[in-house]
Every structure is written in structure tokens, then in C-alpha cells.
């Protein structure tokens, strides 16, 4: 019996995933959560074999979550689980320790052939995200948010999804005077002026699921 922990901000998602995998012979839900910081202490509990991880969602976000995941938990394996299609997250990811990576548009049967591929210990990506990072891989990249380190990233996302400095001070456990230096640091990198024009860029580059 392979056993799962859902991981996602919109219950919607969650309760879908989790009605159709209840019906799956092999398959048990052990658990869900609604953010990053939920996830690693759900994996705490349960000691899922595999997580169905949401990329972005608030607070840590889903690349540090696995990253704590995959670093204190060996044999539970991550699947990232996005909107958009976007292989600057499936790049970080990866890096973070997942062994798979599906996009929202994906059928039903593929999620559940990537939980039993990962499960197994191999690695699943979507195809058609396989074949593009297989063509980026041949020529330079891009996006400039590839620039970024993971935590000049994590207070990006958060920038973009109307945090404040606070609240992103207060999910991080740093000062918002360290908030401030990242946000210098990322305006810098990045040839913004202020958080809206970082949006828009976030936007232009499928950072920012728009339709969310």
C-alpha cells in the first residue's frame, strides 16, 4: 500500500485528489495540508511514501518544503504538482530533492502512474515539461529569475502574492529589516523599481498564476 499526503492551499484541489485516490486499489491518503510549514509536520506524523506537493502556496512554499522533506525524511518522495508549466520551479525542485513533477492540467491516471513510478524510487516529470527542459539544457537560459537564490525566490513569491514585509518577516522567523535586504537584492538582480514592476515580470514569466 503505497501512502499518500496531499499537499495544497485550495481545498478544492485537495478534496478532489483525495476522492480519487480513496478509490484507488494500492493507494491510501494519510493525511493533507494547506501549506509548506503543514506539509513537513504532517510528513512528521504519518511518514507518507509519497507527497503530492503544491509549489505555490504561501508561508515556506513547496521548494523548501521538500527540500526540508527530502533532507530529514529520505524515504518519503516528493511529486510537485503546478498550474503553469514554468521549468524555472521544475529546475528548483529537482534541486530541492523531488523525484517528480506534474502539472494541474494532467489527467487523473497520469497522477496516479506518477505516484506508483516515484513510489518505486524512480523519477516521473510530465513529458511535455521533460522535453522542454531537455531543450533548455542546450542553450542558455532565459529567465532571469534563474539569478535568484532559493531564498532571494521564496521572498519573491511571496512579494508577488501581496505579502507584506511583516508577514514575510514573521513566516521566514527573520526581521523585516533582512525582508528589505532581500527585496534590494531581488529589485537589483532583476531590474525592477518596486513590487509592482516585479509582478508584472513574475507574471510575464509564469511565476503568477493569474487564473488562480
Known amino acids: 500500500m503505497i501512502r499518500v499526503l496531499i499537499v495544497d ?73 503546478t498550474a503553469s508549466g514554468d521549468e524555472t520551479f521544475l ?41 522542454g527542459l531537455l531543450s533548455r539544457g542546450q542553450k542558455s537560459s532565459a529567465n532571469p529569475f534563474d539569478q535568484l537564490s532559493e531564498r532571494e525566490m521564496q521572498v519573491t513569491l511571496m512579494i508577488v502574492n501581496c505579502q507584506k514585509v511583516q508577514e514575510i518577516a514573521d513566516s521566514l522567523f527573520v526581521s523585516p529589516r533582512t525582508v528589505n535586504t532581500y527585496r534590494y537584492r531581488i529589485f537589483e538582480k532583476l531590474a525592477v523599481r518596486n513590487d509592482v514592476e516585479l509582478t508584472h515580470l513574475a507574471m510575464r514569466h509564469k511565476l503568477v498564476d493569474v487564473t488562480d
Request: net charge negative.
Open 9 to 81: 492551499d485550495h481545498d478544492l484541489v485537495r478534496t478532489g485528489i483525495v476522492r480519487v485516490l480513496a478509490d484507488t486499489d494500492g493507494i491510501e491518503v494519510v493525511g493533507e495540508a494547506c501549506d509548506g510549514e503543514g506539509a513537513v509536520n504532517k510528513v512528521r506524523e504519518a511518514s507518507p511514501d509519497v507527497v503530492l506537493m503544491d509549489v505555490k502556496m504561501p508561508g515556506i512554499g513547496g521548494v523548501e518544503a521538500t527540500r526540508k522533506i527530502t533532507r530529514s525524511h529520505p524515504d518519503t518522495h516528493v511529486i510537485g504538482l
Open 91 to 131: 529546475q528548483r525542485l529537482l534541486q530541492a530533492g523531488a523525484k517528480g513533477y506534474l502539472t494541474k492540467g494532467c489527467s487523473f491516471d497520469e497522477v496516479i502512474r506518477a505516484i506508483r513510478i516515484v513510489a518505486s524510487g524512480q523519477h516521473y516529470i510530465d513529458p511535455t515539461l521533460a522535453s
